[in-house]
């Protein structure tokens, strides 16, 4: 199956490359610049092109972002420290940002004859963004078949969306990731802070899967008081 992966340059979308790489045929990277601050991120998904071996194509949306405010990925707000299933943590949606990003994957994939775009959306995502959760994903692949009617195929593939980032670290590790190059910290500095809720995330999830992480965080203990009182499956 020919398949477009969209990267952003993170552990979940990483580790989906190299699944996809290894179980099917990737035919490239698509990632996307919304004018978020931790465009640092796009680097590493140009490294993992590099590295399987495709190409590695970065849209341009930087235009379309400045309209989606309100959000701290692209607005002067600050990014809350904590746990991602707490309220404070809805200030990092950018609305509709998948919706927009997998329709211009799609139409895409479609003229390059591709047979599935593939996402990493996980379980961990669906307290926070609606975007990620299962009804988008099977409404968004509704919507295409009727968008590419009687021109293109396109499957929408999302292997982790009901699984955690602990199951993505574990299938990640499998196929050989190399996590310490890729980027998950929103705040975008020159290392992971440790504190952002995508930090606090990642941290916690090579714990439950028991593979050594490799990340460098300015603060590396304090997913610990972070994630006190919330279970496995909510993240």
Known sequence: MKTLVVCSGGLDSVSLAHKVAAEQDLIGLISFDYGQRHRKELDYAALCAKRLGVPHQIIDMASIGRQLSGS???????????HYAEETMKVT???NRNAIMLTIAFGIAAARKADAVAIAVHGGDHFIYPDCRPGFIDSFQQMQNHALEGYADVKLLAPFVNGSKGDIV???ARHATPFAQTWSCYKGGERHCGRCGTCVERREAFHLAGVA???DYEDPDFWVAATRGFKAEEV
């Open 72 to 82: 701290a990925l692209t607005d002067n707000v600050d990014v809350p420290d904590g």
């Open 93 to 95: 949606v950018v609305p």
């Open 170 to 172: 574990t299938e990640g």
């Open 213 to 215: 992480d490799p990340t």
